[in-house]
């Protein structure tokens, strides 16, 4: 399911989920420190300092959001929750401006990095 992020000089690459501060909001935009699910190339991000990806959130009301794809369960204050990327928001950040770091997770797994991939397709329709 979840991968271990490999060590050396760290810029985030495809699959890797990592932090970033989601901060300035408007409106229904997510807020604050948040995992973040990496689409965007390794070496896209180190030459833009941009990331492209999809918000991870352990909001329960996800489970029946057709535009979330529920990704295993992470322990958030030792209480295993169910997290969910969801493919309905994508974004752009400046990685090396908002501080991002890797997060404990690691890597998305192949599998589930594909039905993500699937249902954003869906939205975007590429």
Not at 20 to 39: K, S, T, V, W, Y
Not at 45 to 71: E, K, Q
Request: glycine residues 6%.
């Amino acid at each position: 399911m979840l991968e271990a992020a490999s060590a050396g000089v760290w810029i985030p690459e495809r699959q890797d989920i990592i932090w970033i501060d989601c901060n300035p909001q408007a409106g229904q935009e997510m807020r604050d420190i948040h995992p973040f699910l990496e689409l965007s190339p390794k070496i896209f991000n180190d030459r833009t300092s941009l990331v492209i990806g999809l918000p991870m959130t352990t909001a329960a009301y996800n489970a029946d959001n057709p535009f979330a794809v529920a990704v295993g369960k992470i322990s958030k204050r030792k209480i295993e929750q169910p997290s969910y990327v969801l493919c309905n928001q994508p974004k752009s950040f400046d990685w090396r401006v908002r501080g991002a770091k890797p997060h404990p997770l690691g890597k998305l797994g192949d599998s589930l990095f594909v039905q993500v991939c699937e249902r954003l397709n869906q939205i975007i329709q590429l």
